[in-house]
C-alpha cells in the first residue's frame, strides 16, 4: 500500500472494500510476498501453539501466505466477506475451513479459538468500530488465547485511494491508541512491532486474552 494525496469517501467503507477486493482478488494474491517482515512475525504466533490448536484468521483473503502457514500446525477457520477471496483460499488451501462473514459480526461462539491472527484488515474498518472488533475477537479467544493483530500505525480517520488500480479504504488510530484499544479488549499486549510500509506502516501486536 502506497500512502499519497487523496480524499476520505462517502460510498460505504464496507461496500467499497468488499468490491474492489472481490475485483483484485488474482493481483493482490500475486502481490503476497511469503519472505517479508510482516510474514515473519508469524512465526512467533505459530510457535506458541499447541498440538491441535484450532486459530482464527480474520480476513483470511485468498489464504496466501498466512493461513497456508497456519495450516502446517493447526486447524485454520478462515472469515472474509469477499467472495472471490474465498474461492482462492479454497483453491490454496483446502485444508481450511472458510467462512463468509463479516469481522464486525463474527459467527463464531465465545471461546471457540486457541488464537486468532489478523493481516491487514482491521484497518479496513472505519476505526470508530475497532474497538468493538477487538472485543469480538477477544470473546471468541480461550482464556490465554493469543492474537497477533495488524493495527493502525499512524492517525488516518478515513482515506480513500487507488490499490492495485481499485478504490480502497482505510481508517485507523496512531500505535498508543491501537495499543490502548488492545488493552481495553482484554487483551494482555505481548509485544508489539512497527512493519514500515509506504509513508506510514503498520503496527503489528501479539496479544494474549486475559485469564478470567
Known sequence: MTWATGDSTRIDPKVQVRASYNRIAEVY???RRRDSPDV??????VSRLTPRSRVLDAGCG???PIAQQLATHATVVGVDFADAQLGLAKHHVPMGLWVCADLVALPFADASFDAVCSYYAIIHIPREQHASVLHSLARVLRPRGLALLCLGAVDLPAWTEQYHDAPMYWSHYDAATSLSLVEAAGLEVLWDRR????AGGHLF???QRCDT
Open 205 to 207: 501486536v501479539l496479544a
Open 195 to 198: 512493519v514500515a510500509e509506504g
Open 40 to 45: 515473519a512475525l508469524l512465526e512467533d504466533l
Open 62 to 64: 485468498a489464504g496466501v
Open 29 to 31: 494474491l500475486s502481490s
